[in-house]
């Protein structure tokens, strides 16, 4: 059987604002733009074009009133930075019961969705040895 993920579609109160927020976050580029439904690519010819599922934004009447049941995971190289970038495009950091010895921070976006930005990789795991997933229910 041949399938794969075409995208991961955010519930939004404001799709404009929330896509505005994730395109400044990751770079990427808007494919559809409108007042209900947003979808956002990665740039045109990069290695992510095509292979990364997109994200949509659709409007919706209600709110986020909850911890997200699915999340992303950013990998940056410059954690710190990162984290500093975000907090000034508009994410928050939230608490979903971290200890503070995790090597990620949780962030929310302008909606509340929670993310992690994840510790930056080491040379022998950027080497392809060892690399495993770090994220929150790691402990």
């Not at 956002?40 to 709110?63: C, K, M, N, W």
């Not at 975000?86 to 976006?109: C, I, K, P, R």
Request: hydrophobic letters at 40%.
């Amino acid at each position: 059987m041949a399938i794969r993920m075409q995208c991961i579609c955010v519930d939004s109160s404001d799709p404009q604002r929330i896509a505005t927020f994730w395109a400044e976050a990751l770079g990427w580029r808007r494919t559809l733009d409108s007042v209900d439904e947003v979808v956002l690519e990665p740039p045109a010819g990069s290695p992510e074009d095509g292979v990364v599922p997109d994200l949509v934004f659709l409007r919706v009447p209600e709110t986020k009133t909850v911890k997200n049941r699915l999340h992303v995971d950013l990998r940056p190289d410059d954690q710190e930075a990162e984290i500093a970038r975000l907090l000034e495009l508009g994410a928050t950091h939230a608490d979903v019961g971290q200890t503070g010895n995790e090597s990620f921070t949780v962030l929310a976006d302008p909606e509340g969705n929670e993310f992690c930005v994840l510790r930056v990789l080491t040379a022998a795991e950027l080497a392809g040895q060892g690399l495993r997933y770090d994220g929150p229910g790691q402990g």
